[in-house]
Structure formats: structure tokens, C-alpha cells
DNA sequence: GTCGATGTTATCAA
DNA sequence: TTTGATAACATCGA
């Protein structure tokens, strides 16, 4: 599901509902949850009982959280990750992990198991390999930086724009729309790429991520936020799952549906010339 | 029942 | 360096 907005979304909930507590106890039936975390479960149970939560953030796609002592806690959801807290977060089927906090349970659910959380020393998780070497999000990001990436880059653009060491936070959602905003090919090459459009894909890729986190993210399928709840940002999208329909800039061509790098993608053929 | 697709990414072989 | 396949998993819809 998530992509910068969706995890924004959910970050920010989860530091107003959750900052300030203790964590009790972790409780959970999916071990391969903490997997890549240094020492697997054992370790990471021990390094995050009896913590208290400082501070939760978003970087890139992954959820941050600050506790006390130096210990960090990260969270990539993957595909169906969420977490729930409060009212209709009940339990259901999907539920990987407890977190018993002093105010209530937080309960990480996950349909089809590929989040994973990492936990330890902060320094010592920075360093870590999923964690080194990610690049700014779009909002941080300069346009040189950008540019230098992509240069170094022979792949199409929208495969550069989903690698996370390129850019950090955007998804197949957002590539999508985000290159129908700039006009660009999304298979154009990567080193191809002008000034022109680098300006294009940073302004664009901030004002849709802006208008997405204001209206919760977008929800095909699974995605929820931590009340459960459905992100309203579909039906803003130009592009994704509108294949076959008419593009919205009235220019008279439809949406087109192609694979690139086994990943769907949506373009208007006529806007986004090469 | 079978097949293909789904918002992500790590890893390995060619 | 890049690409494609595979794997991690489960669900849904055709």
C-alpha cells in the first residue's frame, strides 16, 4: 500500500496518540516481523520493553520511532502493513504483533506479512543496511542532488523515480501520477532527463504528495490509517487504475497501461511524449 | 479450482 | 550496471 503519504498519515496519528507512553509488553505470533532486526525478536523485545515513546516520523516510507535511551524503532509496512490504535482498531484476523502500551494496546496488522521492523541503538540502525544510503524525500530533495542521481541512471524514469536510493518515499502510485503532471514518457531514459524536467518532477511530486497527506493518502485496496479508516486521495488520481478511460486533460486519447520493470504503469500516450 | 494482479523490496543469476 | 526471475505472503476477481 504506502507510499509517502499513506506512511505520513499514518505517522502523524500514531505521534498524537502514542507519544509519551511506556511500552509494557510486545506480544507476537510472527517472529520473521523483527527478521532483519540485529538479534531477531529476543533482542528487539528487550530493547523496546519498558521504553517510553518520544517522538514518532516518517522517513521515506518507513515510520520512525524515537524512544528513550537511544533506541530506535523502524517500521516499513510493505504491501498491507498498518497499525491500529483506538476505538475501531478491534483485533482481527491479520494481527501480527501487540504492542501493550500504558494506555491501551497498538496493534500492527499485516494481510500478507512483508512489513518488518528494526530495532536498537540509534546510531547503530542508521548504519544499518536497509537503512544506509536511502535518498532525500521529494520535500527535502534539491534539484542538483536529483539531477546527479538520475544521471548516473540508464533505466526509465519511472523505475528511477520508485528506487528509493534515487529518491526516497514514492511509489508506483505517485511515479505514475507525478509523470503524467510533468508531461514525461515515463520510459524515458533516466540520463535523458533535462533541467527542465527535474524542476517539473520535484514541483509536481510535492504538490501531489501535499494534496495526498491533506486528504489522508489513497486507498485501492488495503491501505488504512490507524483508525482503520480509507484515505480519500483516489479520486484525485489522473492516471492510476484509470486505464482505458479518457485523460483528464481532455486532450483526447486514454489512459494506456504498460509494464515497466514488471510494475504497472499508467500514462496518457498523446500528454507524455518522449 | 486456476491464473494473474496488487501499494514493496531484497537477493541472486545472467 | 541492469534486467529479470524469484521469494516473501494473502486476497480478490475474472
Known sequence: MPELPE????????????????????????????????????????????????????????????????????????????????GKAKENRFVRAKFRLSRGTLYFSDIRKFGRMIVGKCEAILKH?????????????????????????????????????VIAGIGNIYADEILWASKIHPLLSAHNINEKNIKSIIAHARRILKKSIKYGGTSMRDFKNTKGEKGG??????VYMRENKNCRRNCGDTINRIMIGSRSTRFCPKCQSK
Open 7 to 86: 506512511v505520513e498519515t499514518v505517522a502523524r496519528e500514531l505521534n498524537r496518540a502514542i507519544h509519551g507512553q511506556k511500552i509494557l509488553a510486545v506480544e507476537t505470533s510472527w517472529p520473521k516481523l523483527f527478521s532483519r532486526s540485529p538479534g531477531g525478536l529476543a533482542r528487539a523485545r528487550r530493547e523496546l520493553t519498558a521504553r517510553t515513546i518520544k517522538k514518532v516520523v516518517r522517513s521515506g516510507k518507513r515510520i520512525f520511532i524515537y524512544l528513550s535511551n537511544d533506541i530506535l524503532w523502524i517500521t516499513h509496512l510493505k504491501m498491507t502493513g498498518a497499525f491500529l490504535w483506538g
Open 129 to 165: 543496511k536497509d537503512i544506509v544510503g536511502l535518498a532525500p524525500d521529494p520535500f527535502q530533495i534539491s534539484h542538483p542532488t536529483l539531477r546527479d542521481a538520475l544521471r548516473k541512471k540508464s533505466i526509465p524514469i519511472k523505475q528511477a523515480l520508485l528506487d528509493q536510493k
Open 233 to 238: 486521495y483516489l479520486t484525485f488520481c489522473n
